[in-house]
Every structure is written in structure tokens, then in C-alpha cells.
């Protein structure tokens, strides 16, 4: 019994001591970095006098912004942190006819006569949503456009009436001193195989037939599936047909299927001649605006097949029914075959069972003859006419050599399109994406004088599952769930110093910019909209948002989509990650109304500072901002911190290093000048 009984206390204790250190170790976050007041002076906002708005812009050649040792710069100098947002998720699709993308009818009906004007938003709403991304602190804008847009009635067939639009929408930013960049978007290559970008037509160029796809599982189709659409499926058509085929082909066509000529061009020469011509259009509407700073090369571009080591492999992005690369290949040349279906979790995806797909054995090549794969020797089938697979590492492996698709294949691509756009104009910065989850290539210093990485970042865990754990992440680099609270921020900070590493080991000494992060807000099976409860979402978001700041890095967050609403999110494939939305708006003239988790999104942070910034952060709880940086001889202009009325609007408090404080009250910036030369030091903490 004595023994029992010791046993018994014995293991109190150990509970007692072992369940406080897991609370600890899962659900607390260690503290923002220490804060020394020493030496600080203390102003109160009431105290500071008002300044006049000082904005300085460029003129009709130069640049608002430009890059300059590993920073963007201002026309005076100072070091920019760009705070700026993704414009917008619906503009991926037609304005007319409206076809949001769980909109069965008319989808096929009007591929070379949509128009795509209105997108993001009609002209005459421009000023009222470049009035509140101003307000909100987002004077930096990653403006969408499509291949699709500019080129859908035909190769060659530009629409002007589109391209004098977004000339017009860029001069209206400009007008709300916003900064653009241009962004050629795509997802999954094209509307017509599951998400946005290129024209219809390129499908039929290279021997296609997109009216099949969805049925022989060459991709699945929102507006062939309709609604309930599965969250999160629409990535799994990187690894489908179509979308595979075509980046294969716009990439490595010439190496890897030489046998498919259009108009007596290669494939790939041909669909990277029309791509960059299109974007070029866009280029010469834009050029002389300073308040373009320069184009994104091609977003979250594929590598098809090409460095596919072995094509009875799956894609990393499984997810529902997903056939295997070489199974989506016999199924698209009017097979039914057997293939897996997943379904994704936290710890990554899980087999469910075994489905048929393409049970009516469609074809998805237009002619028999010209499936591009069997022809190319890939596959083939065998004396009992049973699909077998010929050179299962035929793009994986080239003379004896693995293939590397980021020197060999995307790197030409990049310096084409720079050579495109600088044509235009030299000044611009080329903003430039790996493929997704690949690395940059190497550049010489002459190649990447003038150019951004651009590349892309998620919380995957929260976005693939629509649901938010404080104490779960995903540590991308060795695709592993992390646990902890601690963890989680200090992977996520460690993810976003690795773009900066990557920049510097790529490109040399240029700036980083993270051009997409975001959020699901309709996480939770959208309870928050029915009880504007917004506060995981505030906390998930802050949680993105402080791995940027850590790092001190450039950003675009996705996105503000004008016409999202509660039914159908950014109205595209289900996705719904904007901070404004149509459905939360119940006083138009109230800037903040439509605003979502603004208590994490609008943030204090160093809009232009007079030397180097060292560090800074904004505490969304505390309400609470801070800046260290090395001050320099550079610029006689101060320092300007943007201060979100939301958070600061009853005032505020400034400890600061000796030196001169006034606020611009009608831009809701607080101008800051040191007395001295050294480290600098700015702590603003609002009042409640």
C-alpha cells in the first residue's frame, strides 16, 4: 500500500511539473524582442505639431521607387518597406459576361469574346477603393492581369479596349499615390483547365480539347463540377494533363516534344513569343508612368513534367482523386483506368480508397494521332493493348544527365522576358518567381541588376484545410507539421529569412519580396460570418505577418477582391482570402466597413526610413509599434511611419531617440527626424 502510494504521489508530481511544461511548450509564444528605453525621450501625439504631407514623387521619367543595394528606394533615398496588397483575387476572371468560376452556364459558350474590363474593379469605383487601400496603409499594389485579357480573341488579336483600361486604373492609383507592379497571373495555366491565365486557344494550338478535359481527368473544373466544390482541389491540376502538358511545353517543348510545330514554330517558341508579346502590350500602355515600378515575370509558373525522375510518381499536391503522372496520360488518351483518391489532413494527404476515372474513354487530343507523350515515345501500349509506361524518367533524366529545370529551362525564359520588357523600358524591376516549390536559378550580377525575388509563401496547413491551430504549422522546407506556439513562429521566421538567403545566393545583393501570403476567412466552416467573430482570423493572419516583419521583408499580401461576398468568397474556385468583403459592408461611407480581421491587416510599420532599418515590429495586441534603425547622411528627409487611424486614432504615445516628431495627420504619417547620426530608436504605443 506504501508503495502504491508513492507511486501514486510520484506521479502527481510529474503530472504537476510535465502538463503546465507541455501548456507552455504548445499554446504560449515567447515575447516580442526587448525594447531599451534607455535614453528614449517621450512625446505625447498631442504635443507633436502637424507636418505638411511631404509625399515625394517621382516625375515623368523616373521611378517613385527603385532598387539600390538590397533595398527599394524613394526619389530622396530613403529605405522603402513595401506594405502592399494583391489587386484582386476575382480579377482572374471575365467582367463580361460574369462567370465566377461555379457558374456552369455560358462558361465554354464565350471564350473568344469576353471582356475583362471592370476587373478588379470598374473605373468608376477606382477612387473609393484606392481611397481605402490608402487609408488602410497599402500604397503598394501587385495588379493582376491575364494573358487571357489581353489576347483571348486570338493569337495576335490584342484587346485595346482592355489595355487603355488598365492604363487608366494604373493612373488612378498613381492619382492615390499607389505604387504598382504588374502582374501577369495564372493559376494551373488557364481557366479551361481549372484555374486562370492563358486563352483557350492555346489548348487547341497544341492538339487539345478542353471541352474534355474534366470528363477524362485531365483536370477537374469548377465550372464543370459546380458547387459543393472540394476546398483546395484545383492545386492537384498542376500534376494533371493539361495544365502538366502545357508547361511542358511552354518551358521544354523544344526539348522534349521537337515534333509539335505551330504555324512553323516549336511549341515552346511559339507559346513563349505570344505570352511575352501580350504582357508586352500591357508595357508599352504603362510606359512613363512613375508610379509603375515593373512586371512580375509569370506567377507561380509549373514545371510540367520536366525534372520528373519517374512518371508512376505523384505530385507533392495530392488531393482528392489524383491519378499519377503517367496514369493522367493513359486516361487522357481514352482510357478508364483505376486511380487512388486522397484526402488531406494536418499531417499530410491519406489514401481513401480506389475510383475509375474516364469510364466513357474519352479522348482529349482532337485527333487520334496527336497525343503529344505516345508519340514522343513516353508510353505506349503493349501486344494486349495495355497502356504501358515506355521511359518512365524521360524528362527526369537527359543524356545521362538529371535534368535541371531552373538553369536550363526557366532561366532563358527570364532573361527573354527581360529583354522584352526593358525594351520598353530599362528602369523597370522584373519581379521574378520560382516555380512552385523550386528554387531560383543562379543570375550573373549583370543579369539581376534590375530584377526582385518575388517567390511565394502560405501557411499550407491552414489554407489546405480551412482551419486555424495556434499550434500547428507546416515547416516547408522538410514538408513536417511543427507543434508549439514557439515553434511555429520561429519556423515560419526561418522560412522567410530563407527567401532573403535565397535572394542573396541567386541574385546578389537585391531586395526580396514575398508577392503572396494570406488567409482563408472562411475558415471554420464560416462561422465568423455568422457571428463577425474575426479574431482567429486577426490572430492567424498576425501570425504571417510577424514572420515578414522579423525578417524585415517587402510584401503583397492576398488580397482585396472588390466584389467578394460570404456565398462564394473571391468568387473562384472557392477561395475566399480577402480582407475586404461586400458582405461585411454595412456603411459605405465608413472606410473600415467590408474590412476583415483590420486589427491584424491595417499595422503600423516604416513606410520610408532615413538610413537602415534594423528591426521592427508591431504588437496587434498591445497596439504597439517599434523601429530601430541605423540613421545616415543620405537624405536631409525624415523618416515617415504609417500609424493605421484604426489602432491609433485616440491618440498615441512616441518614446523615442533625441530629435524632431511631426505627424501627417491626412496621410497618417508620423515624420520623424534624429538630432544625430547612429542607431535610432522609435517606440509608439497607441492610447486606449
Known sequence: MKTFKKILKFVSIAIAIVVPLIYVYLFTDSPYPSIDEKGLVTTESENIPAAQAILVSGDSIAKNIQVNNGWFKDPAGRTMILHGINLGGSSKLPFQPNIPSHQKDKFYETVHTVSFIGRPFPLSEADAHFQRLHQWGYRFVRLLVTWEAIEHAGPGKYDEDYLNY????????????INVFIDPHQDVWSRFSGGDGAPYWTFEKVGLDPLKFNEAGAAILHNVEGDPFPKMIWPTNYSKLAAATMFTLFFGGNDFAPHVKIDSLSAQDYLQTHYINAIKQ???????LPNVIGF???????????????????????NGVTPNYFEGMVAGAGNSVEVREFEFGATGPKEKRKVQINPNKISVW???????????????????????????DYFGVRDGKKVDYATHYFKPFVIKYQEAIHQVDSSWVVFVEAALMKELPKFSAEESKQMVNAGHWYDAITLLTKEYSSWIGLDVKRAKPVFGKTAVRETFHGTMKGFKDETLETMGKQPTLVGEFGIPFDMGNKKSFSNNDFRDQEDCLDRSFRAMESNQLNYTLWNYTADNNNTHGDNWNGEDLSIFSTSQQKNKSDVNSGGRALAAALRAYPFKVAGEPLEYFFNKDEQEFYLKFKSDKITSHPTEIFLPEFHYGKGFEVQHTAGKLSFDKKNSLLLFVPDSEGEQRIRIIAKQ
Open 366 to 392: 482532337k485527333e487520334a494521332d496527336t497525343d503529344i507523350w505516345k508519340n514522343a515515345g513516353v508510353w505506349g501500349y503493349d501486344a494486349q493493348q495495355k497502356p504501358v509506361l515506355l521511359k518512365a
Open 282 to 288: 500591357v508595357a508599352l500602355k504603362l510606359k512613363g
Open 296 to 318: 512580375d515575370t509569370f506567377n507561380e509558373p509549373s514545371v510540367g513534367y520536366i525534372g520528373i525522375e519517374n512518371l508512376a510518381s505523384y505530385s507533392l499536391l495530392t
Open 166 to 177: 488598365i492604363q487608366a486604373i494604373v493612373k488612378k492609383a498613381g492619382a492615390h499615390h
